[in-house]
């Protein structure tokens, strides 16, 4: 089993000083993975029992068994990362500066597809699939896939409801949350406040919760059922949401294959009122004949069982 599987399921019990190692670990796994219990204690602040005890919190013998599992997880990676990590080091000047971001970005999906597990995966997409209303709470430059997300399960027909400080009172649209309900909270370090605040609420008022944001350990992880941890790092002023908006496109897809024929309909009624409005320029018969293709080519992963 993945340790990005087990810190989720885990990650509830472990205490301020465990989060603090487990931290220290993720943000610099290629060195943890060799530093001995007492070396990584004093890299990360914490005392020696603190890292022995996070260990067995996680359900591994002791810290020796927690390493050897971390370095074959490393290693798993370790040659697309370090050939991805070599070519960026290669930029030299201003014109190489489109190909640093973007092969920046390529490094952030491949450690987040790395992290991410398959169980906490589908979980996430059941929850979506069976929750009566969806309330996603992207604040700032998390915005970008906050949107995306709702905007496109509101177009499958899911009672998705976007959370906009200012735009009305959060707390008013949350009022009545309970647990037949989901929210998600999208949110990277320095992590938004009200972020923080609206999944503390839904999951005080029992409602599901999950969480994209860059660490198993981060502030929403504490309240969430499922957390999907992201990559964003770039040398620029801004963060990177690739990986994130990749997330949520990987998300709408897998739920919109859970209901596939009813999906294929949608489309159908989407792009006949698209083109009776004369909203689009080009033709959309083609193009809506490649959607159904490829969601046809999906079927058979449109079983829970697959799913």
């Not at 001995?36 to 004093?42: E, I």
């Not at 992207?138 to 496109?152: M, Q, V």
């Not at 400080?165 to 009200?194: A, E, H, K, Q």
């Amino acid at each position: 089993m993945k340790i990005s599987t087990l810190i989720s399921e885990k990650q509830s019990k472990l205490t301020a000083g465990q989060k603090r190692a487990l931290q220290y670990i993720l943000d610099h796994t290629d060195e943890s993975v060799f530093l001995t219990a007492t070396k990584l204690s004093k890299k990360a602040g914490v005392g020696e029992a603190t890292v022995v005890r996070l260990a067995q919190v996680l359900g591994f013998q002791g810290y020796s068994d927690m390493q050897r599992h971390l370095r074959e997880e490393f290693q798993d990676r370790l040659s697309t990362v370090t050939r991805l990590e070599k070519s960026i080091k290669n930029v030299r000047n201003e014109g190489d500066l489109l190909k640093k971001i973007i092969q920046q970005d390529i490094q952030n999906l491949t450690r987040t597809l790395n992290e991410i597990s398959s169980e906490t995966f589908q979980k996430a997409v059941k929850d979506i699939t069976e929750s009566r209303t969806i309330y996603v709470a992207g604040l700032r430059g998390s915005h970008a896939p906050a949107i995306i997300l709702g905007l496109y399960l509101n177009f499958l027909k899911k009672d998705a409801r976007l959370l906009v400080p200012g735009y009305g009172d959060v707390w008013n649209v949350l009022f009545g949350l309970g647990p037949d309900d989901l929210v998600i909270g999208i949110s990277f370090p320095r992590y938004t406040r009200l972020t923080v605040e609206i999944l503390e609420y839904a999951h005080n008022h029992g409602a599901k919760v999950g969480a994209i944001t860059d660490s198993l350990v981060s502030p929403l992880a504490e309240y969430a059922d499922w957390v999907l941890p992201v990559y964003s790092r770039m040398d620029s002023f801004i963060e990177s949401f690739t990986a994130s908006i990749s997330i949520a496109n990987a998300l709408l897809t897998a739920v919109s294959i859970r209901n596939l024929d009813q999906t294929l309909q949608i489309l159908q009624e989407k792009e006949d009122l698209w083109k009776e409005k004369n909203i689009y320029i080009s033709p959309a018969s083609s193009d809506i004949q490649q959607k159904k293709t490829m969601l046809e080519s999906m079927r058979p992963f449109s079983s829970d069982k697959l799913l």
